[in-house]
């Protein structure tokens, strides 16, 4: 049979429509004719991709597709990214199988919101290949998160998915500045959607301080993580947050574990006892000289009054930093402290003596008549 | 039960010693030492301050694992500070009661013995000769002092819980209450009574688990518990030998008569056994995890 130009589809899926064909390699080259025609790609003809192909029989190894010569932005942008590499992260393993993507506006699409976890954690929930390029094991953070139960259990579009904050073809390592997950970038990536708070965040003492270059400072995910965030007013957040807050502020940190907040906060519960942002705020964080802030002298009876009704001028002169160890800062208490520990090391120690000598005089007391317990 | 000392009991026939007290040798006298509103304080006493220290000791070394474990299991702190304040309450009336109680007998009624004498808990110049006979006992120097009604250290007992009743229950009332005793308390006063609180509870522990439990109870001359708290009677061979100058004094007086009681009956010796050593297996566990705790802060 003479050859002749292959260019209609019926053509080749006069073939390739049998969806078990597979090639020498074992490759699937069998095509859904119907889930072709209803993609995005449904009004192309195969040798729009498959360009090399023009006769039958064609090459056993046609050459592979370059989703490029259409869409060169998005590879240009996959070029310079942590999914470079063509060979383990081609187009299809997040778009899938190349003759039936549809758009990502179809709830059927890989990369439809609702599917994007699933579809980035078909990798990156797999403990072997995390090990391998020493990631987290960031899809199951992710699923139990607050976004994650947003947008997997509710359904809400708008919830954060991989690519809300990671981009989609320009994912770069967040030790790149360009990074969304830069250090430096993180408060802008998070104001996409948290707008009102990256306002208040950029007011605070944090805010300020990364915005004037300090790498120090913490952005969002120091204190919400990236992956687990959980919700910030559950009793799980209330309980992990103080430390990270104390990792930094160490001196504030171990006063306040001396104090009644901390020790009866440790054990947790549904009584709530003030946690570091209950009295400085979360994002809004300013210095008691600044008359705005919460833990000015002015605003104190009114801040602690939040919790305890009553709370007068007085009242508010308790310090929940203070240090008993340090005799300078908290004379008084320094000296409380000093006169209980006394009494309680002299009279153990005296009673300790007193007892010890007892017992050893009691055992040489030769043949007591009195054993004891006669009582009873 | 009725308390018996109340009115002169008559000594008990020997049929009735033998039922009461199998065990006892035959014709044993039992003195009472302990009135029945006295027995019911100490079991008050001792059973909420084992509440308290237990959950004060969660509260204090919250960040131990026992404590968190426990606070785990009964849904946080909430529940822990409901019993220590509901027990703080029980054990403030039973204070209350207790100095009514005195004040009324040493007061109102003029009672002599209260507040000075033998039998008083007021400390007097007998203590402090007992306490360096003792001493000197302990030494092999001399001989054992003769004690009355209450022994020197069974007088620092009793001045010790009295002291950390008032210190503790005040600062305690003071952090409940904070608000309230602001309005004429210094701000920082309520740091104060925080370090208060935990230093004089733990001083009370430690040494109410510790030295009250041997010098009362585990030391070998009551080892291994001291019944007489539960039962309120002590055989009156053992009153001569812990008790010499009281027993010397009933005799002289005239009024051994009126303080001699039957044994104490089967049913309230098994009772006091389960109840003393649940209170002391309590007590030592919560010592070996102070101690454990203290150690590991």
């Given amino acids: 049979m003479p050859a002749r130009p292959l260019y209609a589809d019926v053509d080749c899926l006069s073939c390739h429509s049998d969806t078990t064909m597979q090639d020498a390699n074992g490759k699937n080259v069998g095509v859904d004719a119907n889930k072709f025609h209803a993609g995005v790609h449904g009004v192309l003809k195969c040798g729009d991709c498959h360009k090399d192909i023009h006769d039958y029989p064609h090459p056993d190894h046609p050459a592979k597709v370059q989703c490029e010569s259409c869409h060169a932005g998005e590879a240009s942008d996959l070029a310079t990214s942590v999914h470079s590499n063509k060979s383990e992260h081609p187009c299809t393993s997040c778009h899938g199988n190349a003759h039936e993507i549809v758009t990502k506006t179809d709830p059927n699409s890989a990369v439809y919101p609702l599917n994007v976890p699933k579809t980035c954690g078909a990798c990156h929930g797999n403990p ?153 705020q979360a994002h809004d964080v300013r210095p008691a000289s600044d008359a705005n802030s919460p833990i000015a002298p002015a605003h104190l009876v009114q801040t602690c009054g939040r919790c305890h009704a009553g709370a007068n001028a007085s009242f508010v002169q308790y310090q929940p930093h203070a240090n008993a160890r340090n005799r300078k800062l908290n004379p008084a208490l320094y000296y409380i402290r000093l006169f209980m520990n006394l009494l309680l090391t002299s009279v153990l120690t005296f009673f300790t003596l007193h007892t010890v000598l007892w017992l050893i005089r009691s055992r040489f007391k030769g043949n007591g008549k009195l054993p004891g317990g006669k009582n009873a | 039960m009725p308390d018996s000392t109340a009115a002169p009991v008559a000594a008990p026939t020997p049929e009735v010693e033998a039922q009461a007290s199998p065990a006892a040798p035959a014709k044993e006298r039992y003195f009472q030492r302990f ?44 529940t822990i500070l409901f019993f220590h304040k509901f027990c703080a309450l029980v054990l403030s009336l039973a204070f209350v009661i207790h100095v009514r109680e005195i004040l009324a007998r040493g007061v109102f009624r003029r009672e002599k013995g ?105 030391r070998p001359d009551s080892f291994p518990m001291d019944m007489v708290i539960f039962t309120g009677r002590e055989s009156e061979e053992e009153y001569k030998h812990r008790r010499p100058d009281e027993y010397a004094r009933m005799v002289a007086e005239g009024r051994s008569a009126t303080r001699i009681t039957d044994a104490p009956p089967k049913w309230l010796i098994n009772f006091s056994r389960v109840v003393g050593f649940t209170a002391i297996l309590i007590g030592l566990t919560l010592l070996v995890l102070t101690l454990s705790a203290y150690i590991a802060e």
């Fill in chain 2, 114 to 218: 209260i507040f000075w004498g033998p039998t008083s808990m007021v400390a007097n110049w007998k203590d402090v000769k007992d306490l360096v006979g003792h001493m000197r006992w302990f030494l092999g120097l001399g001989p054992k002092p003769k004690f009355e009604r209450y022994a020197y250290w069974e007088k620092f007992d009793y001045w010790a819980v009295f002291w950390g009743m008032v210190v503790i229950g005040f600062s305690g009332y003071a952090m409940w209450f904070a608000p309230f005793f602001a309005r004429f308390l210094p701000g920082w006063a309520l740091n104060a009574a925080l370090v208060i609180h935990s230093e004089e509870g733990l001083l009370a522990i430690l040494f109410i688990f510790s030295i009250h439990f041997v010098n009362t109870h585990l």
């Fill in chain 2, 35 to 78: 009135t029945l509103a006295q027995r019911y304080l100490h079991a008050v006493l001792f059973t909420t301050f084992l509440v308290l220290a237990a959950t004060g000791l969660m509260m204090r070394f919250s960040g131990s694992i026992w404590a968190i474990r426990f606070a785990r299991l009964v849904d946080g702190f909430g």
């Fill in chain 1, 128 to 280: 072997e290949m995390a090990k391998k390029y020493h990631l987290p094991n960031v899809y199951a953070l992710y699923i139990d998160s607050i976004h994650g139960f947003a947008l997997g259990k509710e359904g809400l579009l708008v919830a954060a998915n991989c690519t809300s904050c990671h981009g989609s073809h320009k994912i770069l390592p967040h030790t790149d500045p360009q990074s969304r997950t830069n250090r430096a970038n993180i408060a802008s990536t998070c104001a996409g959607c948290h707008y009102g708070i990256n306002e208040q965040y950029q007011q605070g003492v944090h805010g300020k301080a990364v915005a004037a270059g300090n790498k120090s400072a913490p952005v969002c995910t120091d204190c919400h993580t990236a992956h687990g965030i959980i919700e910030p007013t559950s009793a799980d957040f209330r309980m992990q947050s103080t430390p990270i807050c104390g990792s930094c502020h160490r001196d504030k940190f171990s006063t306040y574990r001396d104090t009644f907040h901390s020790q009866l906060g440790l054990l947790g519960g549904y009584v709530e006892t003030a946690r570091c942002w209950d009295c400085h």
